[in-house]
C-alpha cells in the first residue's frame, strides 16, 4: 500500500513539474511575441534621411547647422516671457497678501 501511495505521490510530483514547465513555455512564448511585435513595427518605421550638407556661408552658418539656434532663441524667449508674467503676477499677488 505504501508503494502505491509512493507511486501516486510520484506521478503527482511529475503533473507539477508539466506544469511549471507548460507555464514558464508559455511565458517565453509570450515575451518573443512581444518581441517579434516589436521588431515589427521598428521594421515598419521609415528609413532616416541623411544629414544636410553643410552651409557654405562660413563658421556662423556652420554653427547653425551644428546647432541650431532658432529653437534655442525660441525657447528662451518663452522661458523670459514666463518668467515675466510671474513677475507681474507675483507683484499682484503681494498686494492682496496671497503670497509673501
Known sequence: MVGLLQDILCVLQGLAKYVALAF????NLLVAAIG????ALVGALPAMPDPPAPPDSGVVGFLAWLYPLAPMLAGLA???ALWA???VLAT???WVKVIS
Not at 24 to 27: A, C, E, F
Not at 36 to 39: N, Q, S, T
Open 24 to 27: 514558464v513555455t508559455v511565458l
Open 36 to 39: 517579434a511585435f516589436a521588431g
Open 78 to 80: 518663452g522661458f523670459v
Open 85 to 87: 508674467a510671474w513677475m
Open 92 to 94: 499682484a499677488l503681494r
